[in-house]
């Protein structure tokens, strides 16, 4: 059902659809945070980002129905590159219909053409849904915890 879906590299003029996408994912997960436009192009697109954030894009004729943010990652214990994808959205009127697939597909292509190695992601515990998608992708679950420290926390250190 993607034969009208386009997947692109993410452009500058992008920007709004995606911020707009991460923020319904967003409130989908339960969280009341708006992505900011001007701080999503700058990570997208600034020539000074310390990390740089790539993303790809699904459209459907001129609309943008879904968005992938990924960026480059080391492993050690493989001593190789990957990508490390951050955020997955598809709009809901167009969900199930295979643009999850089709951006997740155009980014292990990106992978391989680039001589990476892996894709890695986390996915929120409670996400069902996300995790059945992952594993009919063939991806597997890693024995691991993830732990964070944000920004206040780590001034207290």
């Not at 459209?59 to 997955?88: K, N, P, R, W």
């Not at 980014?107 to 929120?124: G, H, M, Y």
């Amino acid at each position: 059902m993607t034969s009208h879906i386009a997947i692109r590299p993410a452009t500058h003029t992008d920007t709004a659809a995606i911020a707009a996408l991460l923020s319904e994912l967003n409130r989908e997960e339960g969280y009341d945070v708006v992505s900011d436009e001007s701080q999503l192009a700058a990570a997208l697109f600034g020539s000074n980002t310390p990390a740089p954030l790539y993303a790809l894009v699904a459209h459907a004729g001129e609309a943008v129905v879904g968005t992938l943010l990924y960026y480059t990652g080391y492993d050690t214990l493989s001593a190789s590159y990957g990508f490390h994808l951050a955020d997955i959205v598809v709009t809901k009127s167009h969900r199930q219909s295979g643009i999850g697939r089709a951006l997740v597909k155009a980014l292990a292509a990106r992978t391989i053409d680039e001589n990476k190695e892996w894709v890695s992601l986390t996915v929120l515990k409670r996400n069902a849904a996300a995790r059945e998608f992952y594993a009919a992708l063939g991806m597997t679950q890693v024995d691991v915890d993830f732990f964070a420290i944000g920004k206040n926390a780590l001034a207290q250190l």
